[in-house]
Nanobody, 126 residues
Framework: EVQLVESGGGLVQAGGSLRLSCAVS????????IGWFRQAPGKEREGVSC????????YHADSVKGRFTISSDNAKDTVYLQMNSLKPEDTAIYYC???????????????????WGQGTQVTVSS
């Protein structure tokens, strides 16, 4: 079974940076995509960024475009979310999620994702 483990969250001042990691295990091939989602207190979960490990294509939500970068290290089965110029409104629990796809696919539709990590807290102070 696919397992995802997030790490790298923490407390940072506005304008600072963090890098989140999502380690993938239980899946042998590179036919998958990883999405990063976040949920702030009292708000619905929203999609942030995704990458199709098949071909490296990426997509970022408008709210983080230009500040966040998603990448993958296939040798380490790990996907990263580099977050720069952080704002207090980026404060949330960040989750990574996995979907199996035999064709390159970038989507932030939660229903497409089959497995989810436990989440990592990101807090940005003003």
């Amino acid at each position: 079974e696919v397992q995802l483990v997030e790490s790298g969250g923490g407390l940072v001042q506005a304008g600072g940076s963090l890098r989140l990691s999502c380690a993938v295990s239980g899946f042998t091939f590179d036919d998958y995509a990883i999405g990063w989602f976040r949920q702030a207190p009292g708000k619905e979960r929203e999609g942030v960024s995704c990458i199709s490990v098949n071909d490296g294509s990426t997509y970022h939500a408008d709210s983080v475009k230009g500040r966040f970068t998603i990448s993958s290290d296939n040798a380490k089965d790990t996907v990263y979310l580099q977050m720069n110029s952080l704002k207090p409104e980026d404060t949330a629990i960040y989750y990574c999620a996995f979907l199996h796809t035999t064709v390159p696919l970038t989507t932030l539709s939660e229903d497409e994702y089959h497995y989810w990590g436990q989440g990592t807290q990101v807090t940005v102070s003003s």
